[in-house]
């Protein structure tokens, strides 16, 4: 149980264009996912954590207009990369929380999407 | 604010020696602290994690960590490494909130 995908796990897209990832919890519903971004050879850096059915909070640093979250259902949160340019390039990775559960108190991570912008 | 610090970008270990990698961590309140692994080009893996209770927790794979509230500590330990261990491991931290904050990273690398 618990398990969290993510689509696409690859894109490369044209500089200027949008981008759409999506992160989904399988077999659990899941009030809370957070969105992280991971540079080669680092660590992951959380972007925003996102909440069912209200705004996306996000870090110090992060553009809200550029990274656009939405979480309108229980299942699905989606991350939008607007305007993409190749600074954008990176890997990045979803978690969802499962609160209802004993293990209330871990994330779930997604498998990860490789973006590159030309 | 809380901060987590791996020692060592880097460890390499013989098949079948002793794994050891260092997570250090600072907190204002008491922490939950976590171990990920991650294989090249995937998600994060939980490995173990302490909540309260037991200093000493168990996880997959024959990894193990201990808690020591006093050295502010939380290293991994593995036995006897094995070829398949090879892989970025991550020590996060929770503290007050279910934000992790995620520390730098150690590389393993596992020589037959």
């Known amino acids: 149980g618990a398990v969290v995908s993510q689509h696409p796990s690859w894109v490369i897209c044209k500089s200027g264009t949008s981008v759409k990832i999506e992160c989904r919890s399988l077999d659990f519903q899941a009030t809370t996912m957070f969105w992280y971004r991971q540079f080669p050879k680092q660590s992951l850096m959380l972007m925003a954590t996102?909440?069912?059915?209200?705004?996306?909070?996000?870090e110090q640093g992060v553009e809200k207009d550029k990274f656009l979250i939405n979480h309108a259902s229980l299942t699905l949160s989606t991350l939008t990369v607007t305007s993409a340019h190749p600074e954008d390039s990176s890997f990045y990775i979803c978690?969802?929380?499962?609160?209802?559960?004993?293990?209330?108190?871990?994330?779930?991570f997604g498998p990860g999407t490789r973006l590159t912008v030309l | 604010a809380q901060s987590v610090t791996q020692l060592g970008s880097h460890v390499s270990v013989s098949e079948g020696a002793l794994v050891l990698l260092r997570c250090n961590y600072s907190s204002s309140v008491p922490p939950y602290l976590f171990w990920y692994v991650q294989y090249p080009n995937q998600g994060l893996q939980l490995l173990l994690k302490y909540t309260t209770g037991a200093t000493l927790v168990k996880g997959i794979n024959g990894f193990e960590a201990e808690f020591k509230k006093s050295e502010t500590s939380f290293h991994l330990t593995k036995p006897s490494a094995h070829m398949s261990d090879a892989a970025e491991y991550f020590c996060?931290?929770?503290?007050?909130?279910?934000?992790?904050?995620f520390g730098k990273g150690t590389k393993l690398s596992v020589i037959p």
């Open positions: 978690s969802a929380r499962q609160p209802t559960s004993g293990r209330a108190d871990e994330q779930f």
């Open positions: 996102s909440n069912e059915g209200s705004k996306a909070t996000y």
């Open positions: 996060a931290l929770r503290a007050g909130s279910y934000q992790l904050t």
